[in-house]
């Protein structure tokens, strides 16, 4: 294909929900924008995670930015003209019996959060079993989110999209930028078959790809792509409005789950496998499956006799301190990162991409990006 210049105010590289929702609260400020997506937008991280809109189990530092992020889910309906299933049915974190010690933990993250607007109700003994009978006797305490829930991921991304697109922003699917440079007071874009793409700003948002891409502007950092272990299960009867999952130091037991109003459950958590960003490929590994599984039955045993339905998996991207790279280049003016979420970017997904969009149009956001800061990689 003949190079064909494309030229707008920013220009965004990934399609997820990072880079969609930073697209439409752009546009909402009256700024271009053209998003370019290898595949299709949400197809990656955004559009296969286990969709918990989540607050508590952050670090406090980041609940300025889930807070924002929280606001938004609840009007997302309204705010984009499409539905993608919020339920704000609450978020329960609960410990097991072996490892009592995480009660003491539960109450000092409580108070912290409290001074961050988020309120947390700490449940056990014959309360505990009252209000959620479905718990089983390994349960020992629970950390109540009232405020929280979950979302369907493959909807949101692509809700953004097509938001941010009605706004005048363009969204180029199925077009992988294969090299970028600063050129002047632009930057330029080479894409697979040619064509070109030039901007005054460029915000990464390139999920487990990220990394490489920020290396073009001597900026490298390591991401570690992993694929997570999701399962969905036949559909029951509607019982369990809230998502819940478990508190617990040993990745095995980080299991989770949801149930949507269809009446299905939607499970994750435990081990993950690797991927393969190269090749675009993750597969599900068996016996992750199985250990998910076996501690979603210590979870809630009520689960135990369901069938099975579905399994599936994605390509995450984590950094080696299981924190995203957020904020401005520290060498290239104009260039701007949000990636490296590390399987925990869905929440804060569309306060990124306010926050992003407030950064880039204003040079400046109240919510606090230290701790995200790209030079913490520096060798």
């Known amino acids: 294909m003949n190079a064909v210049t494309t030229h707008s105010d920013v220009a ?3 399609g997820g929900l990072m880079g969609c929702s930073a697209a439409f609260f752009l546009r909402q400020r009256g700024i271009s924008v053209t998003v370019l997506e290898t595949d299709k937008v949400g ?7 286990f969709g918990n809109v989540r607050r508590q189990g952050r670090p406090i530092f980041q609940l300025p930015l889930a807070n924002r992020a929280s606001a938004i889910w609840r009007q997302a309906n309204a705010l984009l003209g499409s539905d993608v299933e919020y339920l704000q049915g609450g978020h329960m974190r609960v410990c097991f019996r072996d490892r009592p010690g995480n009660v003491g933990a539960m109450e000092d993250y409580a108070a912290k959060a409290r001074e961050e607007g988020l309120d947390l109700e700490l449940i056990s003994g014959n309360m505990l079993r009252q209000r959620f009978p479905w718990l089983g006797p390994e349960v020992l305490a629970a950390s109540w989110s009232p405020l929280d829930g979950h979302a369907n991921p493959r909807l949101a991304a692509p809700a953004f999209a097509r ?31 040619g064509r070109l793409f030039r901007a005054p700003v460029v915000l990464i948002t390139a999920g487990a790809w990220a990394g490489k891409v920020a290396a073009w502007f001597d900026e490298p ?3 570690t792509p992993r694929a997570p272990t999701m399962t969905v299960t036949e559909p029951v ?14 990745e095995i037991e980080t299991v989770y789950f949801r149930q949507v109003e269809r009446g299905n459950l939607v499970l994750g958590g435990s081990t993950r496998a690797p991927s393969y960003p190269d ?18 039955r210590r979870l809630a045993p009520g689960l135990a006799p369901l ?9 995450e991207g984590y950094t080696d301190d299981y924190l ?18 590390s399987g925990s970017g869905f929440q804060i997904g569309p306060g990124v991409g306010e926050t992003m969009a407030e950064l880039i149009a204003t040079g400046a956001t109240d919510i606090p990006l230290a701790p995200y800061d790209v030079r913490r990689f520096d060798k």
């Open 12 to 14: 965004i590289i990934g």
């Open 43 to 49: 197809r990656q991280a955004s559009g296969t995670n």
């Open 163 to 193: 938001a941010a697109a009605r706004l005048g922003a363009a969204i180029v699917e199925d077009t992988k930028i294969v090299h970028a440079s600063k050129q002047g007071e632009d930057f330029e874009l080479v894409a697979e078959d």
């Open 221 to 223: 950092v390591p991401i």
């Open 237 to 250: 009867p509607f019982a369990i409005p809230c998502s819940v999952g478990v508190m617990t130091p040993e």
């Open 279 to 296: 090749e675009y490929r993750a597969w599900v590994m068996p016996q992750n499956t199985l250990t998910q599984l076996e501690h979603i």
């Open 307 to 315: 069938q099975i339905i579905r399994v599936w998996s994605g390509i």
């Open 324 to 341: 995203p790279v957020m904020g401005p280049s520290a060498k290239v003016p104009g260039l701007f990162h949000a990636f490296g979420f």
